[in-house]
């Protein structure tokens, strides 16, 4: 049970399910918003979470750059890629409610992120500094969203709407399969270095000995 639970926290952060529903958001933005801005705001900030976070891990994995101290091999991409995207998600399906209950959804969004990345932690996924630098990243990311759209007026979901809004997500949910990005990213790293093995935690952390 304990570690179901973990799982289940973990695939909040997995790409199968943020990638489509960050692509859903995109269009209920353009719906529901009245900025017309807000949605390339919003792929902006989601995409650039998951550059930084591929490229750190190229980084690593092709050339073996990373700090052995401080036990990082490049962001955690489930923390990084949640923090960036389940703040604005509680934020755009809330427009219905008093401005105290927005942020209360808000907070909501912010500590599902949170809890991303403890289970990252607990599932040995992650180091702190992967898990903390990925939490930054996508917070600083989904904070400047908010921000930026903090004169915007969000119309409210009906609850056909919001069923619809959800039905992917909650579908994706209810599958559990998982993304393969970190293999690709693997073959990828490889192939740009030019080398036969991607560099893992287990070498980096032999030149701290």
Same mark, same amino acid.
């Given at each position: 049970?304990?570690?179901?639970?973990?799982?289940?926290?973990?695939?909040?952060?997995?790409?199968?399910?943020?990638?489509?529903?960050?692509?859903?958001?995109?269009? %209920?933005?353009?719906? *529901?918003?009245?900025? $017309? $801005?807000?949605?390339?705001?919003?792929?902006?900030?989601?995409?650039?979470?998951?550059?930084?976070?591929?490229?750190? *891990?190229?980084? &690593?994995?092709?050339?073996?750059?990373?700090?052995?101290?401080?036990?990082?091999? =490049? &962001?955690? =991409?489930?923390?990084?890629?949640?923090?960036?995207?389940?703040?604005?998600? +509680?934020?755009?399906?809330?427009?219905?409610?008093?401005?105290?209950?927005?942020?209360?959804?808000?907070?909501?969004?912010?500590?599902?992120?949170?809890?991303?990345?403890?289970?990252?932690?607990?599932?040995?996924?992650?180091?702190?500094?992967?898990?903390?630098?990925?939490?930054? +990243?996508?917070?600083?990311?989904?904070?400047?969203? +908010?921000?930026?759209?903090?004169?915007?007026?969000?119309?409210?979901?009906?609850?056909?709407?919001?069923?619809?809004?959800?039905?992917?997500?909650?579908?994706? +949910?209810?599958?559990?399969?998982?993304?393969?990005?970190?293999?690709?990213?693997? $073959?990828?790293?490889?192939?740009?270095? =030019?080398?036969?093995?991607?560099?893992?935690?287990?070498? %980096?952390? *032999?030149?701290?000995?």
């Amino acid at each position: 049970m304990y570690w179901r639970t973990l799982h289940f926290l973990t695939y909040f952060g997995d790409s199968m399910l943020l990638i489509p529903t960050a692509i859903v958001m995109a269009g %209920l933005i353009s719906w *529901k918003n009245s900025d $017309r $801005r807000a949605a390339w705001y919003w792929a902006l900030a989601f995409c650039t979470a998951g550059a930084v976070v591929s490229l750190s *891990k190229v980084a &690593f994995m092709g050339f073996g750059l990373g700090s052995a101290h401080l036990n990082f091999t =490049g &962001f955690s =991409g489930h923390t990084a890629m949640s923090a960036t995207l389940w703040p604005v998600m +509680l934020w755009l399906l809330s427009g219905r409610l008093s401005d105290k209950g927005r942020l209360f959804a808000v907070g909501i969004g912010y500590l599902i992120p949170i809890l991303v990345g403890v289970s990252r932690l607990l599932l040995s996924y992650h180091s702190t500094s992967e898990v903390i630098t990925g939490l930054i +990243l996508g917070f600083t990311l989904s904070t400047a969203f +908010l921000v930026s759209q903090r004169r915007a007026r969000v119309q409210g979901f009906s609850t056909l709407q919001l069923c619809i809004a959800l039905l992917l997500p909650l579908l994706l +949910l209810s599958h559990g399969r998982l993304a393969t990005t970190q293999q690709f990213l693997q $073959r990828l790293s490889v192939q740009i270095a =030019g080398i036969d093995h991607p560099w893992t935690r287990d070498d %980096l952390l *032999k030149l701290r000995q």
